[in-house]
């Protein structure tokens, strides 16, 4: 008897570009000394679509709270390409002791499929950015030509 897997991340393989590309438009936007953190929601796959989510604490002026940015992204793959789209909103400022307790929220909001994020320290170190931007392909992390 064979045992079926209701795994979808085996059967969907989504679109391996999405999260490098959306994090380079993440770069581009915001830039590397203004982020101190990212939280990086495990995406939401269907073939060859995807959706995904990334929290950002950025640095403020004042040194003391953090803004809050999520970056929404969705994508997908055809026969023509690949498209990927994100709408980054601005959420407001926080102390930088509310991120554990905003996250869950986000979490708990997401529901059990979301899934709990992976957070990353940037610090506003272009070092700490390049060791993320290093788990992907190269082609994948290249800054758009648009």
Known sequence: MTE????????D???PEALPRTLVGLRERLGVQALDRLWIFPPSRRGRREQGLIAV???QADGERRGVVTVAYTAEQTGKGVTVES?????GEVPPDRFPILMKGVVLRGGEERGEPREVEIEGSADNFERLMEEFEAEWTEPSKS
Do not use: I, N
């Open 57 to 59: 604490s950025t640095f």
């Open 13 to 15: 393989p989504g679109v």
């Open 4 to 11: 079926r897997r209701a795994d979808t991340d085996t059967v």
């Open 87 to 91: 709408s980054f909103t601005t959420e």
